[in-house]
């Protein structure tokens, strides 16, 4: 049961964790590897945006890693708590938002609420000025509860 729980709350708080990595580190210091995804090559699949995913990985890992070498299930919990966030920011912004992968299609006020939120974020192309950071917790006012629309993001 405890393992269930460190393993919810790592991946609650991971969002916090995603938002502050992304407005201060990639809209920070390493602008330089986040650059390409605002804007993207045409020809190339992948961004360097993309090595971000090892911030996250090698923690996830570790703490599987060292969880199950020392029979501690919460460590390894909260490291499979890291990892299912990066499978969710995986699914979300690759899949849904970005259709960097065309295999699912979803229409619904929370997805369209991300897509708007994202695509917010988006206008702005440069390091300074932008806004809604967070992938999964976005501002209310993208969500229209009452209607479905079909947005996409770039």
Known sequence: MHSLVVFLLTFFFIEFAAWSMHKYVMHGFFWNLHQDHHTPHKNRWWQL?????????VPSFL????????INPLW??????????????FFVH???IHRRLKFLKFNNWYVNGL?????DH????????????GMLIVPLR???WNQV???RSQ
């Open 63 to 70: 703490s599987i890693l060292l969880g199950s070498y020392w």
């Open 76 to 89: 390894a919990s909260f490291g499979y708590g890291i990892m299912a966030y990066g499978f969710a920011y």
């Open 49 to 57: 945006n993309d090595s971000f995913a090892l911030f996250f990985a």
């Open 115 to 119: 897509v708007e939120a994202h695509r």
């Open 149 to 151: 629309t079909s947005h």
């Open 122 to 133: 988006h206008k702005n192309r440069h390091k300074q000025g932008c806004e809604n950071f």
């Open 94 to 96: 690759e899949v849904i």
């Open 142 to 144: 993208y969500f229209q």
